[in-house]
């Protein structure tokens, strides 16, 4: 695309970068001028317009914003391109908005001239209500910019979605510590404005428990309430929770599986505590929630209720440019409304997860093997990129050793990043880290060490195809002459066996155990479940490079 000012008298073809209102007419953005709208412009008087000649690869802003707007739409969402350069995004049922804040963010520092506004997050939203509005602020831009933002985006979940809101089954514990009249009012405040405050989670509230602030019988309270079919258990404690040692964090460490929450950073309510055991919430509600007015606090409950699974990344704080007010779409826009492919997820096609496994030392290799440049760009990238290339989601990279310099290089994937502190203990602890991550909506997920540096999207494909969705315990891998290698497919029914193939599989003796319902996937081209282990691989895979770099 070629910009700049253009005189009355060469404007002929020229793309107009702004709408002119002449009279009761109206030029509108992108708008090619034709030779009836260079006379009325002149009768305006209007002697100069700012405008784009079209160059050869060149899209038109409505083509760019039906690609983008429907690689943003998620589930239960529908998305409408007006003329002005703005594409609408709509919920399609009354719902829970869920979107979050770090991709938002991190979509606007793409590309300046594409900008993405939300509603406010986890807000309850009604039918047709806009949810995000994406605005592109050129009438043309490059199919390869176009392309680049799509591929940024691709890897993860929805990136805007509206759930519908399932009955859930909720208990309250109330901890005691002064046991008298005013700590009971105090208990009966709380719990009046947990229910004023959610009428729309569509809670049944079914058991109800008491407790000493203690540790030790809050702990064996905890574990009593999870065994009677509750989804959701909220904890109103008799004191508030100040830090890591107090008692119901300490409580809470003894049994749950992970706390995602351990604090808010928020005046008045730093003691929200948010935590997972198994499939199942507790909520620690802040101390003084009868008397506080914060947003952000409904909002972070609210997603905790309604989120698939709990995970630490989803509970970041970012900040985000928000909607002044949702509205609805007019008559005109709604007769242009294109739902999302969301609602249309294959019955015969699985949903597989992958985890990219970037958290080793590489002792073996004398030096962290995955930031050796390979093709120009650190060597884990490649693998990353496959898997974000492929037909699996959400992808996860595992980050540890040297995990600040490899974060530096994905500013510009949408991916999930998850360090694991525990790096040192070996592969395992990255492998349940990545596996815990895996939304339950997933029928198994695909484990890709970061050191194989001619993996493919196409070959990731090849044994996510080869999984058959529906059919119980699989365990998918890849084979080379017959020989068992990375990476391998997890079924969701065997996520606590889930392992790396070494460098002999025999040896290894859960691929023997569930051998029964094994799949192997042939690969045509051996390099390409090619890995780095030696410093010597690291030269081998950077001389493959150049001499892919210098094939004409």
Same mark, same amino acid.
Request: hydrophobic letters at 40%; aromatic letters at 12%; charged letters at 25%.
């Given at each position: 695309m070629i910009c700049d000012e253009f005189k009355i008298s060469d404007a002929l073809g020229i793309i107009l970068f702004n709408p002119l209102k002449l009279g009761n007419a109206m030029l509108e953005k992108g708008r090619r001028l034709q030779e009836e709208d260079i006379v009325q412009l002149k009768k305006y008087g209007v002697e100069k317009v700012f405008g784009a000649v079209m160059e050869e690869g060149d899209i038109s802003f409505q083509t760019a914003l039906g690609i983008v707007g429907a @690689?943003?739409?998620? @589930? &239960?969402?529908?998305?409408?391109?007006?003329?002005?350069?703005?594409?609408?995004?709509?919920?399609?049922?009354?719902?829970?908005?869920?979107?979050?804040?770090d991709r938002v963010a991190k979509f606007n520092r793409y590309n300046r001239n594409v900008i993405l506004n939300i509603a406010t997050p986890y807000a309850f939203v009604e039918e047709n209500e806009i949810i995000a509005e994406l605005e592109l602020t050129l009438p043309l831009i490059s199919q390869a910019d176009v392309d680049e933002l799509v591929f940024k985006l691709s890897g993860n979940v929805d990136m805007l979605s509206v759930h519908d809101v399932?009955?859930?089954?909720?208990?309250?514990?109330?901890?005691?510590?002064?046991?008298?009249?005013?700590?009971?009012?105090?208990?009966?405040?709380?719990?009046k404005r947990l229910v004023k405050d959610f009428p729309q989670m569509n809670? &049944?509230?079914?058991?109800?428990?008491e407790t000493p602030h203690t540790v030790e019988d809050v702990a064996g309270t905890l574990q009593m309430s999870l065994k009677d079919h509750i989804d959701v258990l909220f904890v109103i404690g008799g004191q508030r929770n100040s830090c890591s040692r107090d008692i119901l964090m300490r409580a809470l460490q003894s049994f749950v599986d992970e706390i995602v929450c351990p604090s808010l950073p928020q005046v008045g309510a730093s003691d929200l505590i948010i935590a997972a055991k198994k499939e199942k919430?507790?909520?620690?509600?802040?101390?003084?929630?009868? @008397?506080?007015?914060?947003?952000?606090?409904?909002?972070?409950?609210?997603?905790a209720i309604v989120a698939d699974k709990l995970n630490v990344f989803d509970f970041n704080h970012p900040q985000n440019f928000i909607m002044k007010s949702r509205g609805r779409l007019n008559d005109e826009r709604s007769e242009r409304l294109i739902r999302s492919a969301g609602n249309e997820t294959s019955e015969k096609e699985a949903g597989i997860a992958a985890v990219v496994l970037?958290?080793?030392?590489?002792?073996?290799?004398?030096?962290? @093997?995955?930031?050796a440049e390979v093709g120009g760009r650190p060597l884990f990238l490649n693998a990353l990129e496959a898997a974000v290339k492929s037909k699996a989601s959400p992808v996860f990279l595992i980050t540890g050793h040297q995990a600040e310099d490899m974060e530096?290089?994905?500013?510009?994937?949408?991916?999930?990043?998850i360090y694991n502190s525990a790096y040192r203990s070996g592969v395992r602890t990255s492998i349940d880290l990545g596996v815990k991550s895996v939304p339950g909506f997933c029928d198994g997920v695909i484990l890709i060490p970061a050191d194989m540096p001619n993996i493919t999207p196409e070959y990731i494909n090849e044994m996510i195809k080869s999984?058959?969705?529906g059919e119980g315990r699989q365990l998918?891998?890849?084979?080379?002459?017959?020989?068992?290698?990375?990476?391998?497919?997890?079924?969701?029914?065997?996520?606590?066996?889930?392992?790396?193939?070494?460098e002999n599989a025999d040896l290894r003796p859960v691929f023997v155990e569930h051998s029964d319902y094994t799949k192997l996937v042939e690969v045509k081209d051996e390099n390409i479940v090619f890995d780095v282990n030696y410093p010597s691989d690291i030269e081998t895979a950077q001389k493959a490079a150049i001499g892919k770099d210098n094939k004409p």
């Open positions: @690689k943003l739409c998620g @589930k &239960n969402t529908a998305y409408s391109v007006g003329n002005d350069g703005v594409c609408r995004i709509i919920s399609t049922i009354r719902g829970v908005f869920m979107v979050n804040d399932s009955s859930k089954r909720a208990g309250l514990i109330y901890t005691r510590f002064l046991n008298n009249g005013d700590e009971t009012r105090h208990f009966t405040a709380v719990v809670m &049944n509230f079914v058991h109800e428990y919430k507790v909520i620690v509600i802040p101390y003084n929630f009868d @008397k506080l007015d914060t947003a952000y606090l409904e909002r972070y409950i609210v997603q970037a958290a080793g030392v590489g002792a073996r290799a004398g030096r962290n @093997k995955l930031l530096e290089y994905l500013e510009d994937i949408d991916v999930n990043v999984f058959r969705k998918v891998i890849a084979s080379r002459h017959g020989i068992k290698c990375n990476p391998v497919i997890w079924g969701k029914d065997l996520y606590e066996f889930a392992d790396m193939v070494p």
